[in-house]
C-alpha cells in the first residue's frame, strides 16, 4: 500500500524558532512536494522536488525552505517561523512522468501553530 | 492564467438521493481532472481521473462527466450515504506538464444527513 508518512501531525513553536517538518515516502516516487492548506485557499504548492538535491520553487516559497537529500526523504524547513504560517502542511509524492502518471499520494498533515 | 473553481462551498443532501458536485476551469488544454476526497484532519485521496478526450468515467458508486465546451466536470455520488460526508477535490492538470502543475480547487464540502 502507497504509503507517505510525515513524521509531526501537531506541533506549536514559537515565533522566530526553526522548524523541521519530515516526510518520507516508500514508493520509490521521483517526485516530492510540500503544500499547505488554508481554508478558502485551497492547496498551495510551496516547493517540488523531482529528484534528489533537485527542487523547484512553488506558488508560496517565500519563508520556507527545502532538503532532499534521499530519494525517499523530503524535509520542509521554517527559517523563522511567523504567526502567518499557521496552517495544514501536506507531505506528497508521485512517480516521475506526465499526463495520467500523476496522482498525487498524500500524507495524513502536520498542523502547525505558530504562537 | 489557470484558474479552477468549485462552485459550492457546501452541500448538504438527504442518503440515498444524488450529490452532484461542479468543478470549472478556464485557460487549460488539453488536460485532465482528479478528485480527490478529503476527511477532516486527514490528506487528500486520489479517487478518479477523466481525461479531456473522455466523456464519462465511473467507478462504483461514483461517476465523473467531463465537458469540454463548458470546461466543466461533474462528479456525482449515486445512493448517497452518511460515509460519504467529506470535503471533495478537483484538480487540473495538463498532459504535457509534471505534477507540480497541477492545480487544486479549494473543495467542497459534501454532507450527508440520515
Known amino acids: 500500500d502507497v504509503k507517505v508518512t510525515q513524521s509531526s501531525r501537531y506541533l506549536v513553536k514559537r515565533t522566530g524558532e526553526k522548524v523541521f517538518l519530515e516526510c518520507v515516502q516508500d514508493m520509490d516516487h521521483e517526485n516530492m512536494f510540500w503544500y499547505r492548506q488554508d481554508p478558502g485557499l485551497g492547496l498551495r504548492l510551496i516547493y517540488f522536488s523531482y529528484d534528489v538535491k533537485m527542487k523547484e520553487k512553488g506558488d508560496i516559497p517565500e519563508g520556507y525552505s527545502v532538503s532532499r537529500e534521499k530519494k525517499e526523504r523530503f524535509s520542509l524547513i521554517l527559517e523563522s517561523a511567523s504567526t502567518n504560517q499557521t496552517s495544514m502542511y501536506l507531505c506528497a509524492s508521485s512517480p516521475r512522468g506526465t499526463g495520467e502518471r500523476n496522482t498525487i499520494y498524500f500524507g495524513e498533515g502536520s498542523w502547525l501553530t505558530v504562537v | 492564467s489557470q484558474k479552477i473553481e468549485q462552485n459550492s462551498e457546501a452541500l448538504n443532501i438527504q442518503e440515498g438521493k444524488t450529490a452532484t458536485l461542479t468543478c470549472n476551469y478556464t485557460n487549460y488544454s488539453p488536460a485532465y481532472l482528479q478528485w480527490y476526497r478529503q476527511d477532516p484532519g486527514r490528506g487528500p485521496v486520489f479517487l478518479l481521473l477523466?481525461?479531456?478526450?473522455?466523456k464519462e468515467k465511473r467507478k462504483e458508486r461514483l461517476k465523473v462527466t467531463f465537458d469540454t465546451t463548458l470546461k466543466q466536470s461533474l462528479f456525482h455520488i449515486t445512493a448517497s450515504q452518511p460515509a460519504d460526508s467529506a470535503t471533495y477535490l478537483c484538480a487540473l492538470g495538463s498532459q504535457y506538464s509534471s505534477a507540480s502543475k497541477i492545480i487544486f480547487g479549494s473543495g467542497t464540502r459534501l454532507s450527508i444527513r440520515p
Open positions: 477523466i481525461r479531456e478526450n473522455e
